[in-house]
């Protein structure tokens, strides 16, 4: 089982849509979760970043973790062409694991005018 | 006033060719990473240097070395370049000590012929 599993899509919805994005992980470890948004041909950005279980918001944006499921998740409220982009999420622990920061491979996600 | 800046863009090679790649971040951060993404856009993890001492090496041929001449930047040097090799090469910054998100460079587009 891989640490990190992202469904790759890709995905494809109307403007306006509410977005789900998810990710489920395997090592309980894991205290730090992010999520990256990455435009074609450019690195990723931050976009959300949480610790431990909980929700946050920033604007359309909701993160969700349930660390008892192992399971993160992002919303994406009235989407826009604009959010066209892969999303990555992102994961790491604390102590030793502090620099190492595993990512999911990546949801393609097209928001159509 | 770029935060990470990678050079060069773009790089295409023949097999068997010696190439280095080159970042600089003027954030201030004490830990800098090289990530390897592959053409299905998974992210992983090759190096990372704190204030120019390795700390992370993943399971990475010997033939990729990195070089941290200070903290604000670490290069890439990769021998006997092979097809497989063939990614987009990522670098990244963050503060120490914490677990704050890394920031990337946009990337080095290595293609081997």
């Known amino acids: 089982q891989k640490e990190v599993e992202q469904d790759p899509g890709p995905l494809s919805v109307p403007e306006g849509a509410i977005v789900s994005l998810n990710c489920t992980y395997s090592n309980s470890a894991f205290q730090y979760f992010m999520w990256y948004r990455q435009y074609s041909r450019k690195g990723p950005e931050l976009l959300m970043y949480t610790y431990s279980s909980g929700n946050k918001e920033d604007g359309r944006f909701t993160a969700q973790v349930d660390k008892s499921s192992k399971y993160i998740s992002l919303f994406i409220r009235d989407s826009q062409p604009s959010d066209s982009a892969t999303y990555l999420c992102a994961m790491m622990g604390s102590g030793g694991s502090n620099y190492k920061l595993t990512f999911g491979k990546g949801t393609l996600l097209t928001v159509n005018p | 006033d770029t935060a990470v800046s990678q050079t060069p863009k773009y790089l295409v090679t023949q097999m068997g060719n010696d190439k280095s790649i080159k970042c600089e971040q003027n954030l201030g951060h004490d830990t800098m990473y090289w990530y390897k993404q592959d053409s299905k856009k998974f992210l992983k993890i090759m190096f990372s240097y704190n204030n120019k001492e390795l700390i992370i090496n993943e399971t990475v041929p010997n033939r990729f070395s990195p070089k941290s001449p200070d903290k604000a930047h670490l290069n890439l040097h990769i021998n006997s370049l092979e097809l497989g090799d063939s990614a987009v090469y990522f670098c990244?910054?963050?503060?120490?000590?914490?677990?704050?998100?890394?920031?990337f460079g946009n990337g080095t587009r290595l293609t081997v012929t």
């Open positions: 990244a910054s963050s503060p120490q000590g914490t677990n704050s998100p890394l920031h």
